[in-house]
């Protein structure tokens, strides 16, 4: 049973415009929302992350919407760059038992110029 | 800021032959260490959580006799894959993190082969 679900699985945008993608999760018992981009060949960089508390988090052009009542997050990424081109995790623990991380499988953003 | 190396960065063993990767952070005390391993379509698996002066805990299907894990002090931990087969394959990947902050770092993975 996937505990974290990420869709679309893959999505492309053109520079400039917004990426939204999506994450829900099952475990109610999960309350830190980190999100990972990664390059090929490369570990996961730590994007942006944000607790249930809160219902959004912006760090810059990257923004995080929470609904705790639906289990469901996205990742806005706003005038997206071909830079930001990579694949994006969206991960999840509860903060009683921080550094295990239950991760999605990840949507593969494709900006183009 | 905090940075996490893993070392080597790839690997390739024999079937059946066992290999070390080892995970060092700077600039912060990883109080707490998770092995990952990331197979080829892109998924995670926890293997194991280790946090120091603490028993190092295995998620299931994962054993200390098959991926035993050091985590000697603050900025460095170990874990050998034993008898390594083509199922083994994979990126393996440390996350650490300090005590006091939610927020896990991984370093750049050892990539694991098995011929």
């Known amino acids: 049973q996937q505990q974290v679900r990420q869709s679309p699985q893959s999505l492309t945008v053109w520079e400039g415009e917004t990426a939204i993608l999506n994450c829900s999760y099952e475990?109610?018992?999960?309350?830190?929302f980190p999100w990972y981009q990664q390059f090929p060949g490369e570990g996961p960089a730590l994007l942006i992350s944000?607790?249930?508390?809160?219902d959004k988090k912006e760090d810059g052009r990257f923004t995080i919407f929470f609904n705790k009542r639906e289990k469901k997050l996205s990742l806005h990424i706003a005038d997206s760059q071909p830079g930001d081109s990579a694949t994006y995790f969206c991960?999840?623990?509860?903060?009683?038992?921080?550094?295990?991380?239950?991760f999605g499988r990840g949507t593969r953003l494709q900006v183009y110029a | 800021g905090a940075l996490v190396y893993q070392y080597p960065r790839r690997t390739i063993c024999k079937s059946g032959t066992s290999m070390r990767m080892e995970c060092q952070a700077v600039?912060?005390?990883?109080?707490?260490v998770a092995w990952y391993r990331q197979s080829p379509q892109k998924t995670f698996e926890l293997i194991a959580l280790?946090?120091?002066?603490?028993?190092?805990?295995?998620e299931q299907n994962f054993t200390q006799e098959k991926f035993p894990i050091s985590h000697p002090n603050l900025s460095f931990s170990s874990m050998t894959v034993l008898n390594a087969y083509l199922e083994d394959r994979g990126l393996y990947l440390c996350?650490?993190?300090?005590?006091?902050?939610?927020?896990?770092?991984f370093g750049p993975g050892t990539r694991l082969t098995v011929l």
């Open positions: 991960a999840a623990s509860g903060t009683q038992v921080v550094g295990q991380l239950t």
């Open positions: 475990n109610s018992a999960f309350d830190y």
């Open positions: 944000i607790l249930s508390v809160s």
């Open positions: 600039g912060f005390q990883a109080t707490s």
């Open positions: 280790s946090t120091v002066n603490s028993a190092i805990k295995y």
């Open positions: 996350g650490a993190r300090t005590q006091i902050s939610y927020e896990q770092y």
